[in-house]
């Protein structure tokens, strides 16, 4: 089945620094990918679709200046997260689409002291 | 944002019962996603439905796609410990701008 793997699976880091994250299709190529975060026992909230090659789309409330995407090639995309604050801190999840369907990858537990 | 209405919310049943759960919405889709999603990782597909009407099974998991192409519903049969986990449905429209929708989830525990 197609496979989508995120690095790092998990991230510290002090408040006002910034944090990339990768996601990348590794059996399929993806023109759109997405991020997601999730709060504990609540559903996925979308960030942003990212087509490759052209710049990311956000969602209502979502600072574009804050969550940098780049979506370089077929099969990578990454999630900047600038100056994080602790209330950044989440569980952020890519997923691609491909095959006819939308596949996730594991996660990146985010956590900003 | 707009999500559609997953039941139960929560179900906590003996290993070797049957589950079933099921997904509405208000809008038309054409492309129903059942996910499994594990604590700390990222949801898992467990079936894809692309047309209406349609019934697929995946092991022991059985999904339909309604006849209206509003709604859905997942069964597992003979629940087993590792069944444990929350089961996201998830809706895809059709057009250029095409986001799932999800559901809010059901959360699943089975009693050895």
């Known amino acids: 089945g197609a496979v989508v793997s995120q690095h790092p699976s998990r991230v510290i880091c002090k408040s006002g620094t910034s944090v990339k994250i990768e996601c990348r299709s590794l059996?399929?190529?993806?023109?759109?990918m997405f991020w997601y975060r999730q709060f504990p026992k609540q559903s996925l909230m979308l960030m942003a679709t990212?087509?490759?090659?052209?710049?990311?789309?956000?969602e209502q409330g979502v600072e574009k200046d804050k969550f940098l995407i780049n979506h370089a090639s077929l099969t990578l995309s990454t999630l900047t997260v600038t100056s994080a604050h602790p209330e950044d801190s989440s569980f952020y999840i890519c997923?691609?689409?491909?095959?006819?369907?939308?596949?996730f990858g594991p996660g990146t537990r985010l956590l900003v002291l | 944002g707009q999500q559609l209405n997953q039941s139960p919310q929560s179900m906590f049943i003996q290993e070797g019962e049957d589950v079933s759960m099921n997904c509405t919405s208000s809008s038309i889709f054409n492309t129903w996603l059942w996910y499994k999603q594990d604590p700390g990782e990222g949801p898992v597909l467990l079936i894809a439905?692309?047309?209406a009407g349609e019934l697929t099974s995946n092991g022991r998991l059985t999904a339909q796609f309604g006849i209206t192409r509003k709604d859905s519903f997942l069964n597992i049969s003979a629940s087993i410990p590792s069944d444990v986990g929350i089961y996201f449905c998830a809706g895809l429209s059709a057009g250029n701008n095409r986001k799932l929708i999800w559901g809010l989830g059901t959360s699943l525990a089975v009693n050895p």
């Open positions: 059996d399929f190529q993806a023109t759109t």
């Open positions: 997923s691609a689409r491909g095959l006819g369907s939308q596949y």
């Open positions: 990212s087509n490759e090659g052209s710049k990311a789309t956000y």
């Open positions: 439905l692309y047309k």
